[in-house]
């Protein structure tokens, strides 16, 4: 897979959300926060559609001291072959500062713990399948 082909894909995708996000649902309202499951449904289907490989959702969560207490934190991005990360919502988060992350490498996301992969296909016939209904 390239790469820097698929980083000009992801980052038009984002680019485009951020426009028409007062557009979308109450959910994208404040994108990034709060909505990367929705995002990376919709990128990964964006991207299949664009001719680029299946994906996997990732949902990693962590605990987060927010000067008070502890609470726990989601974040979900996409994975390509369990090796190539692509997450527009991480910057969210304070530390990151990349608004596109297409990458093999990403020590930030290996802190998270990983509690749900799945294949984005299987969304995507759900989606179908309803819409038949």
Request: hydrophobic share 50%; charged share 30%.
């Given at each position: 897979m390239d790469i820097k082909h698929l980083l000009k894909y992801v980052e038009l995708f984002h680019d485009v959300i951020i426009?028409?996000?007062?557009?979308?649902?109450m959910e994208f309202t404040l994108f990034p926060k709060g909505s990367c499951g929705s995002t990376c449904l919709f990128l990964g289907l964006f991207l299949i559609q664009n001719g680029f490989e299946e994906f996997q959702i990732i949902t990693g969560e962590k605990y987060f001291f927010n000067g008070y207490f502890h609470q726990e934190i989601s974040?979900?991005?996409l994975e390509c072959n369990q090796s190539l990360i692509?997450?527009?919502?991480a910057y969210q988060f304070h530390e990151i500062e990349s608004?596109?992350?297409?990458t093999k490498n990403s020590d930030w996301h290996r802190t998270w713990k990983v509690v749900e992969r799945n294949n984005i296909l299987v969304f995507i016939k759900l989606i179908l399948y309803y819409h038949q209904i």
């Open positions: 426009e028409i996000r007062h557009d979308l649902s974040l979900s991005w692509i997450d527009i919502t608004k596109v992350i297409v």
